[in-house]
Every structure is written in structure tokens, then in C-alpha cells.
């Protein structure tokens, strides 16, 4: 079934380590973004592509890595995750009509 | 600076009634404007957007309304319905690069 799928859907790790979580979207849109959801913040964006090999930061970007090889992934990397990491992540893409259509979000604790 | 803010945290409502949830926003260079539904363990689900040059757009049950001079919009349900029970995110855009901006978002309960 066509759609934009996350893994893992959990994952826990420790303070310290690289972490990579991945998004795979199989519509071909042009633009996907990445976001964090935190209580008392709602979703704040992290990265953002426009296209495959194209990457900007967003609102929150420290502390993270992304690369954008084939336009249908965009895995995020948390380089030396911190306990400020923990969240809910969000990926989701889009055409250039602005609407953002998301993954279901992968629940990341970092102890 | 927050850019697009849903003060209100939380609205409870009867099922059968109208859920009004609004919405207001800084930025005068938004043109377009999206809602999207949360259940919890899931991720946002777009539900109705509506651009600048209109002030209103109305799918089924569900109505938003944009008032440009006082830069505040609103997301009407009627009648309210148990499974609307979510957390709902009003969201902004301007711009060619597709980014949105997110509210904090507002958890809607409607009692049977």
C-alpha cells in the first residue's frame, strides 16, 4: 500500500550514541521534513528537502543530521544522542500544493 | 516568537454539538492555512486547509473560516461526534518552499 512509513516505531538508546531513524515515502513527492513532538511545543520542524540532495535546516536542527540520496528516503541521524532528544518524530511529505501528509511517528527515549 | 498560536489548551463538548476551535497568527505573509487531526500513537491526518483568498471552505462536517484583517481562523464541527475526540493542529504556510508552521494544538473531547 502506497504511503510514508517510519522505523522503528521505538526505540530506546543511551546518552552518547548515534541513532538513525529512517522515512520512506512511495508517492515521489518532491519535499519531506522532519519534525519533533514535544509536549507544550506541538510539532517543531527539524530539517526540510525540497528535493533529493537538497536539505535545509528547520526551526530545531541541532544535534541532528540528514541526507537526502533518493528521493523517496530521509533518514535522520541523531549524532551523540541527549536526554533533550526524547520525543515523538514525525516525517511527512509533500508536493509543492503545501499539503503534508505524515508517517505515524517514531517514540524515541534516550536514557 | 510564536507564529501561529492556539491558546486554548483543551474543549470539551456534547456530542451532537458545535466543537469551535480557533486559531491566530502573526505572520501576514501566511496564504495558507491547514488543520490536522492527532489520535495518540499516530501522526497527524490533514482534515481541511483553505487559502487567503477565500474565508471559507466546508467539507462535510467540517467548516474553517479565515478572517484575514484580524489574521484569525476557526475550525467548526457540527454536529461534534465521539470519534472526533484528537488533539488539532492548526498550521500556516507562506512561501514557495512547502514549510509549515504548527500551533501547539488544542485536545478536543466531545462527551457522549
Known amino acids: 500500500d502506497a504511503g510514508i512509513t517510519q522505523s522503528p516505531r521505538y526505540k530506546i538508546t543511551e546518552t552518547g550514541r548515534q541513532v538513525t531513524l529512517m522515512c520512506h515515502q512511495t508517492?515521489?513527492?518532491?519535499?519531506m521534513f522532519w519534525y519533533r513532538q514535544d509536549l507544550g511545543h506541538g510539532l517543531r520542524l527539524i530539517y526540510y528537502?525540497?528535493?533529493?540532495?537538497?536539505?535545509d535546516k528547520g526551526e530545531v536542527p541541532d544535534g541532528y543530521v540528514v541526507s537526502r540520496s533518493k528521493t523517496e528516503n530521509f533518514p535522520l541521524t541523531l549524532e551523540s544522542a541527549t536526554r533533550s532528544q526524547t520525543s515523538v518524530y514525525f516525517c511527512?511529505?509533500?508536493?509543492?500544493?503545501?499539503?503534508?501528509?505524515f508517517g505515524p511517528g517514531t517514540r524515541l527515549l534516550v536514557l | 516568537d510564536q507564529q501561529v498560536k492556539q491558546n486554548s489548551p483543551s474543549l470539551s463538548v456534547q456530542e451532537g454539538r458545535i466543537s469551535i476551535l480557533n486559531c491566530d497568527y502573526t505572520?501576514?505573509?501566511?496564504?495558507?492555512f491547514l488543520w490536522y487531526k492527532k489520535y495518540p500513537a499516530e501522526g497527524p491526518t490533514f482534515l481541511i486547509s483553505?487559502?487567503?483568498?477565500?474565508d471559507k471552505n466546508e467539507d462535510g462536517r467540517f467548516t474553517v473560516f479565515l478572517n484575514k484583517s484580524a489574521k484569525h481562523l476557526s475550525l467548526h464541527i457540527v454536529p461534534s461526534q465521539p470519534g472526533d475526540s484528537a488533539v488539532y493542529f492548526c498550521?500556516?504556510?507562506?512561501?514557495?518552499?512547502?514549510?509549515?508552521?504548527f500551533g501547539k494544538g488544542i485536545t478536543l473531547s466531545v462527551r457522549p
Open positions: 528537502s525540497a528535493a533529493a540532495d537538497i536539505t
Open positions: 505572520n501576514s505573509m501566511f496564504d495558507y
Open positions: 511527512a511529505s509533500s508536493t509543492v500544493d503545501e499539503t503534508q501528509y
Open positions: 508517492w515521489s513527492h518532491s519535499y
Open positions: 483553505i487559502s487567503s483568498i477565500k
Open positions: 498550521a500556516a504556510s507562506g512561501g514557495a518552499n512547502s514549510k509549515l508552521t
